[in-house]
């Protein structure tokens, strides 16, 4: 059989179509990866300031520069930590389309699997009854000399 047939060809367009939506999951775990980094920095600039205004004092018009700081901070880390919700829901999104995708080509993903492993076998037969003849052939002429 030269050309690929129609099963053949609609399995690989399913493997493509899942690893496609792996690849986009990947890519949506990284963003979740930076989001959940970005918020644990600016939450640990937010202590740092804190920590700043405790010591600062009495000293008013830097406390007051201090606290400005800690509100700009603190909207930031509201902000981030939206946008880490967000990303969250769209991996979570994603995840959920992989799985849909390999549930719904789950019978012609393993019917073609089973397809390939049986022409694997018989390709191994036929190289196996090869070799066979070929050390039948060298059998035979060592014992007719």
Same mark, same amino acid.
């Given at each position: 059989n030269g050309g690929m047939d129609i099963r053949t060809q609609a399995a690989? &367009?399913?493997?493509?179509?899942?690893?496609?939506?792996?690849?986009?999951?990947q890519i949506k775990n990284e963003m979740v990866a930076d989001a959940e980094e970005e918020v644990i920095l600016l939450k640990s600039e937010a202590v740092m300031q804190k920590k700043r205004l405790l010591t600062s004092g009495r000293d008013g018009e830097r406390s007051s520069i201090i606290r400005e700081k800690i509100i700009i901070?603190?909207?930031?880390?509201?902000?981030a930590g939206r946008l880490l919700r967000r990303a969250r829901k769209e991996a979570q999104f994603? &995840?959920?389309?992989?799985?849909?995708?390999?549930?719904?080509?789950?019978?012609?993903?393993?019917?073609?699997?089973?397809?390939?492993?049986?022409?694997?076998a018989a390709q191994e037969e036929e190289e196996g009854i090869d070799n066979m003849e070929?050390?039948?052939?060298?059998?035979?002429?060592?014992?007719?000399r």
């Open positions: 690989l &367009a399913a493997m493509e179509e899942i690893q496609k939506a792996k690849g986009f999951f901070i603190n909207v930031e880390v509201e902000d994603v &995840a959920d389309k992989v799985s849909e995708l390999e549930d719904r080509h789950w019978a012609l993903l393993n019917q073609y699997q089973a397809d390939q492993e049986l022409e694997n070929n050390v039948d052939d060298t059998t035979n002429g060592d014992i007719r």
